[in-house]
C-alpha cells in the first residue's frame, strides 16, 4: 500500500480531525444519562490533540459521535482508506465502535458499515463488514490495553487484492472478503462508547482519517 500521505490530494476526498478543537453542534450526538450526573466531552489539554469523552456513570450510559452528513461510499474500483488512534480507560466493562457506518441512533447495532467493535465483558476487538445487517465478523483481531493507545485502520485498494485489509498500529493483520460489503449506501464517521457497568468510562480520540479515491 502506498504511503496514506503521499496520496495526490486532489484526487482523493479527505476527512481528517486531529481534535485540536472540538464544537458538539457540528456532530449528530447520541447519549445516554441515566447516572446521577451528565457526559463530557472536551478537548484534553494533551500535546497532539485530544477529544476526551466521558460517560456518566450508570450501566449502559453511552456517548456516540456521527459526522452529520454521509460522504463516503464503498465503491468497486476505488481506493477507500479509515485510520484512528484512540484509547479507552478501562476496557473489560463497555462496548464501543470506531469506523464508518450509515447513520444510526444505535451505532452498536448499525445495519451498515466497516468498523472496529469492541463487546462488553472482554477486551477484545472485531472488525465487522456489515451490509443490511448481514456481517462478515473477524473477532479477536487485537487485545486492548486498559488506557493504552491503540491505531486501527483498514485499506481497500480498488480491487486488486479484492478483500479490505484491517491494521492495528502500522500492521496488517487480517482481511475481510467483500460479500458484505455496504456499497448501496453511503456512510458516516462514527465512533462512540457504552458502559458496561455502573462505572464513567473514558475514550480518548487522537485523530481520525478517511480517504476515498475519487477517480
Not at 106 to 126: C, E, N, R, V
Request: charged share 20%; proline share 2%.
Amino acid at each position: 500500500m502506498a504511503n496514506k500521505f503521499d496520496f495526490d490530494p486532489t484526487g482523493w476526498h479527505t476527512w481528517f480531525d486531529d481534535f485540536d478543537s472540538y464544537t458538539a453542534g457540528d456532530w449528530t450526538l447520541t447519549t445516554t444519562e441515566a447516572g446521577a450526573g451528565s457526559a463530557t466531552e472536551a478537548v484534553g489539554n494533551i500535546d497532539g490533540g485530544v477529544l476526551v469523552i466521558t460517560n456518566d456513570a450508570a450501566d449502559n450510559d453511552n456517548d456516540f459521535f456521527q459526522w452529520p452528513k454521509e460522504t463516503f461510499k464503498w465503491e468497486s474500483g476505488k481506493s477507500l482508506y479509515f485510520e484512528a488512534r484512540f484509547k479507552v480507560l478501562e476496557v473489560l466493562q463497555c462496548d464501543f465502535i470506531m469506523g464508518l457506518q450509515i447513520t444510526d441512533t444505535s451505532p452498536l447495532d448499525a445495519t451498515d458499515g466497516i468498523f472496529f467493535m469492541k463487546d462488553d465483558g472482554d477486551a477484545l476487538l472485531d472488525f465487522k463488514v456489515v451490509k443490511n445487517s448481514t456481517a462478515t465478523s473477524a473477532t479477536g483481531v487485537h487485545t486492548m490495553v486498559a488506557d493504552t493507545y491503540v491505531t486501527v485502520a483498514f485499506y481497500y485498494d480498488g480491487g486488486g487484492s479484492g478483500d479490505i485489509d484491517y491494521m492495528i498500529n502500522g500492521n496488517t493483520v487480517g482481511s475481510s472478503v467483500l460479500t458484505n460489503v455496504p456499497d448501496d449506501e453511503e456512510l458516516t464517521i462514527s465512533f462512540g462508547i457504552q458502559n458496561g457497568e455502573a462505572v464513567a468510562n473514558v475514550m480518548s480520540v487522537d485523530y481520525i482519517l478517511v480517504k476515498k479515491q475519487r477517480d
